[in-house]
């Protein structure tokens, strides 16, 4: 194996553990959440909660008073409706686990690589070959597979469910579209910034405080999670690259179904399990597909050799 393939190929054990460390702190986040919501708290208020103590810990934990010049946006109009993006796939999130169970919210997600790869064309500009389309397509078979529209397991937590995923799609394209223009700390600062102010007036109407204790230790606890989540995720990608890091983050449908059954006594059934199997499948080979692309495409000698290695 030649030193180059070595370096490509070799993942930091550190970089892996963070990612893993993130999925369970995202899991943990989603749990409180269902916990809230089918508690009878307004899913609007919780989503507000989470995003406004989510930009406080930002604050404090890039320490904004020192730099405040890292926080400035290129383009603030992007930064909105990035946050809006944020947004939906939050609420529509939250809204999702009043009905359905962890592992089937975090199943559809994981169809979002699918719907990104879809995307990319008519909005970066990245045409997806024949391969990756039929990929594309094998996702949503599972995703149809644990919807089961017209066999009666179809509702409107699928919906929201849904939403959340192509909100989520979206989000992730804009960041990788402004990436290269913002900084890190701004598009992780105004994508809970936007939304706790875009949800402030609501919340007199949404707003419905918790009675015990716990509740509200719970309620605080989603923006810590959310925060400390996409900060594990910034130090992960810190050191490794996304394409190392890519599958791992589909172990947290373990944690999920660890957690579900933990604290709601839910285990999926056959249908939600095979739909997840079929989707991460799909999402692991378009994956590969990239990275064999993108390596291809450093080896292409010139630009049609490269737009042909795109196509195939």
């Known amino acids: 194996m030649s030193p180059q393939k070595s370096a490509e190929t070799a993942t930091p054990s550190s970089a892996i553990l963070l990612i893993f460390a993130s999925g369970l702190v995202f899991s943990f986040l989603d749990t409180s959440a269902k916990h809230l919501v089918t508690s009878g708290m307004a899913a609007p208020f919780v989503t507000w909660v989470r995003f406004a103590v989510h930009a406080a810990i930002v604050l404090v934990l890039f320490r904004a008073w020192e730099r405040p010049e890292r926080l400035v946006p290129q383009s603030l109009w992007l930064q909105i409706l990035r946050a809006v993006f944020m947004f939906g796939s939050t609420i529509f999130n939250f809204l999702a686990l009043q009905t359905l169970q962890l592992a ?11 719907v990104i790869t879809a995307l990319a064309g008519p909005l970066l500009g990245e045409w997806a070959g024949w391969r990756r389309w039929l990929a594309v397509f094998v996702g949503f078979i599972g995703v149809l597979v644990i919807t ?32 290269k223009r913002e900084t890190a700390e701004s598009l992780i600062l105004y994508s809970a910034v936007v939304p706790a102010i875009f949800m402030l007036p609501a919340v007199p109407l949404a707003g419905s405080l918790p009675v015990h204790l716990y509740d509200w230790l719970v309620l605080f606890g989603l923006g810590v999670f959310g925060g400390f989540g996409h900060w594990l995720l910034i130090k992960a990608y810190q050191r490794a690259s996304a394409t190392a890091l890519a599958p791992y983050p589909y172990l947290q449908m373990v944690w999920m179904i ?10 999926p059934d056959r249908w939600t399990l095979a739909g997840a199997m079929i989707i991460v499948a799909s999402g692991l080979y378009i994956i590969h597909r990239e990275h064999t692309l993108r390596v291809r495409n450093r080896a292409a000698p010139n630009a049609e050799v490269e737009e042909l290695a795109k196509k195939l």
């Open 148 to 179: 089961r529209p017209g066999f009666g397991g179809f509702d409107m937590g699928h919906i929201f469910s849904l939403c959340a995923m192509l909100s989520s799609s979206l989000y992730t394209i804009m960041t990788r579209q402004m990436g």
């Open 258 to 267: 660890i957690l579900g059954w933990l604290v709601f006594d839910q285990l």
């Open 104 to 114: 089937e919210t975090v199943s559809i997600n994981f169809a979002s690589p699918m």
